[in-house]
């Protein structure tokens, strides 16, 4: 089972950009599925965003999708969340999340059984 660690949180203006890396130990991290999710204060944690492990497949949800990117780099056993024209409701504390098997591109944070502990990303008006 991996561990994984988040980084790259901050404050930001809106209209910026933040990149968050998520590192995973272990040597099976392209047996895994990786998900991004977010959680507001007094709101649930939502999908953000998901990329296979086996070819790179991506998805998204909508209110991220043509400003958020996420990738990986096996090689690296890390994967990111590019975050582009950020904005006051994108502020959460950001949360990487790996599922098995690796082709699946799940939005349910209940198929996800490996989280980080979170990194904060904060977005002022």
């Known amino acids: 089972q991996v561990q994984l660690v988040e980084s790259g949180g901050g404050l930001v203006q809106a209209g910026g950009s933040l990149r968050l890396s998520c590192a995973a130990s272990?040597?099976?991290?392209?047996?895994?599925?990786m998900g991004w999710f977010r959680q507001a204060p007094g709101k649930e944690r939502e999908f953000v965003a998901a990329?296979?492990?086996?070819?790179?497949?991506?998805r998204y949800a909508d209110s991220v999708k043509g400003r958020f990117t996420i990738s990986r780099d096996n090689a690296k056993n890390t994967v990111y969340l590019q975050m582009n024209s950020l904005k006051p409701e994108d502020t959460a504390v950001y949360y990487c999340?790996?599922?098995?098997?690796?082709?699946?591109?799940?939005?349910?944070?209940?198929?996800?059984?490996?989280w980080g502990q979170g990194t904060q990303v904060t977005v002022s008006s």
């Open positions: 999340a790996a599922a098995r098997p690796p082709w699946v591109l799940t939005t349910l944070a209940s198929d996800y059984n490996t």
């Open positions: 272990g040597r099976t991290f392209s047996s895994y599925a």
């Open positions: 990329v296979k492990g086996s070819d790179g497949s991506t």
